[in-house]
């Protein structure tokens, strides 16, 4: 919901200043119209259905992957495109050691701070589609709001089943901007939506930005007031020629400064930052490569590493094998570098990461992905 409308819409009615509060609760609890708001004046839930639409984004397209994980397509008021991910986990399944291993039920939201990207990392789909522009607050909570209602009527929420005690289906707790864009380049509406996340159940601490490497950006976030929210790096190449070839930004905002940056925040933060590191095949996957990586990251204390397997895209290149993930993982640990190997999730719809791309070329390449493992 545009929440400045709806603002601006009440102000000129006349209506005290609660009643944006109030719309804003029911939306967060998952509401899917303004008759169920009924704390409200009837004449203006009336009023408000025809001036301020429920959401400011269209949904387009929708796609359930086999592991439960949904992705939703929509379009913006001026037609632009952006991707969100919602990830069901189902627990209590024994998957390889990681951090993202899921608790019992967990739902995890990944958002899309811009409609593209204008960063160029050779490996991501979302790079190879033109950059659209920011998104606004309330474009990116309702992303969130979607799939908030999505589950809430998929529950029934008023059924007598879950009143007498039965075991509540599980909560969206967890957020990522992992989906398309670029979320410190836009930082004041990503901060934005961050402050209203947890009314709809979703806290800082458990709610993570995912960054290039902007360092502008990086320093913002360890020198602000208010909560902490995580901070990952993707980083994916241990030295600054590889990382230059596959990403751009690397040239503007080099490794060492990056990090330097990064320790800065863990020193403001005390909170380990996540370094998300794609696995190339025979690109960044050898062992002296790893050994280089542990090198870079101290102190030890600062940094947990995220191996991702690839996600196939249209660029060239392949994913590293299982074998070569698992080696580069244990010459990380050996040297004192906490790493683990995320769950890939969504693959069979295109939505795992750097995959989400709309428009031309999405639906021929989930022809041609690989299965989830
Ligand atoms: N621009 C931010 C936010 C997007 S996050 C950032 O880059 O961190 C998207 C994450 O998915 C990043 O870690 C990115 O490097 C990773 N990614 C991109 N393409 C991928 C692919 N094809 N397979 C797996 N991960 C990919």
Redesign the pocket.
Known sequence: MDLDLLQATLAQRGQPAFRARQVWEWMARGASSYAQMTNLPEALRDDLERSVPLSSLTLEREALASDGTEKALFHTADARPLEAVLMRYRGGAKHSASVQTPSRGRRSLCLSSQSG?P?T?S???TGSMAFGRNLTASEILDQALHFKRRESSARHPASPSESQGAVPAPRIDHCV???M???LLNLDNVLAACERLPDIGIHPSSTTV???GWIPGIDRLAERDGPTIRL?L?L?APDDALRSELMPVNERYPLADVLDACRRWHAARRRRVYV?Y?MLGGVNDHYEQAIALAALLAPRTAFKVNL??????DSSFEGSSRDAIDAFRSALEERGVPATVRLTRGRDIDA????LAAGAGAGARAASAAPAR
């Open positions: 990207c960063l990392c490996f991501c789909a901007f992992m989906g864009g670029e979320p995912s960054t290039v990952a993707s994916h998300e794609l991702i397997p690839y996600n196939p895209t795992a990461c750097g995959q």
